[in-house]
T-cell receptor
Framework: GENVEQHPSTLSVQEGDSAVIKCTYSDSASNYFPWYKQELGKRPQLIIDIRSNVGEKKDQRIAVTLNKTAKHFSLHITETQPEDSAVYFCAANLYQKVTFGTGTKLQVIP | DAGVIQSPRHEVTEMGQEVTLRCKPISGHNSLFWYRQTMMRGLELLIY????????DSGMPEDRFSAKMPNASFSTLKIQPSEPRDSAVYFC????????????FGQGTRLTVV
């Protein structure tokens, strides 16, 4: 089955700096890669996604990149704000079966 | 739509007791997923249904766990008998059954087995 690895497990940045979270996946047939944000005590919520026929996607301060050859994808958050503090999960979707990474706890220091 | 609705929000039970978690997916969604979240193992997919039919239950940890979806608007996850190591947050999520469809999560059930 699919295996998704995510790094780092924790990340602290100063407000206004950028944050980058990286993931790798194992099954080259995976073709949809969503990213979820989970605030403390709340449910995961989709923040951005990318499909395998696209190399990059941007939504305001958030961008995702995908390298299918290397089987890795990344989340980039620019101009971080305290409300970006949360746990972020990457995921790979193979035939509707979504495998999540282990999560990155992002702390934005004011 | 109120989103995915799970009940109860919190459950505390004694070891050996039966526990039933409930989920109402978003109307119109025909895929439903049960996840378990722990600090140690993160978010694990336990089972998912498509059009009320279980498609993949390879994530169900053992025979003590069972899930049903008797109709398009209701699913249950049952643990019998429960054990302390089952303590976790259990999430239900639903989506349209197409590749790349966003999965919407319920608020979760925090289960504590003492």
């Amino acid at each position: 089955g699919e295996n998704v690895e995510q790094h780092p497990s924790t990340l602290s940045v100063q407000e206004g700096d950028s944050a980058v979270i990286k993931c790798t996946y194992s099954d080259s047939a995976s073709n949809y890669f969503p990213w979820y944000k989970q605030e403390l005590g709340k449910r995961p919520q989709l923040i951005i996604d990318i499909r395998s026929n696209v190399g990059e996607k941007k939504d305001q301060r958030i961008a995702v990149t995908l390298n299918k050859t290397a089987k890795h994808f990344s989340l980039h958050i620019t101009e971080t704000q305290p409300e970006d503090s949360a746990v972020y999960f990457c995921a790979a979707n193979l035939y509707q079966k979504v495998t999540f990474g282990t999560g990155t706890k992002l702390q934005v220091i004011p | 739509d109120a989103g995915v609705i799970q009940s109860p929000r919190h459950e505390v039970t004694e070891m050996g007791q039966e526990v039933t978690l409930r989920c109402k997916p978003i109307s119109g969604h025909n895929s439903l997923f049960w996840y378990r979240q722990t600090m140690m193992r993160g978010l694990e997919l336990l089972i998912y249904f498509n059009n009320n039919v279980p498609i993949d239950d390879s994530g169900m940890p053992e025979d003590r766990f069972s899930a049903k979806m008797p109709n398009a608007s209701f699913s249950t996850l049952k643990i019998q008998p429960s054990e302390p190591r089952d303590s976790a947050v259990y999430f239900c999520a639903s989506s349209f059954s197409q590749q790349g469809a966003e999965a919407f999560f319920g608020q979760g059930t925090r289960l504590t087995v003492v």
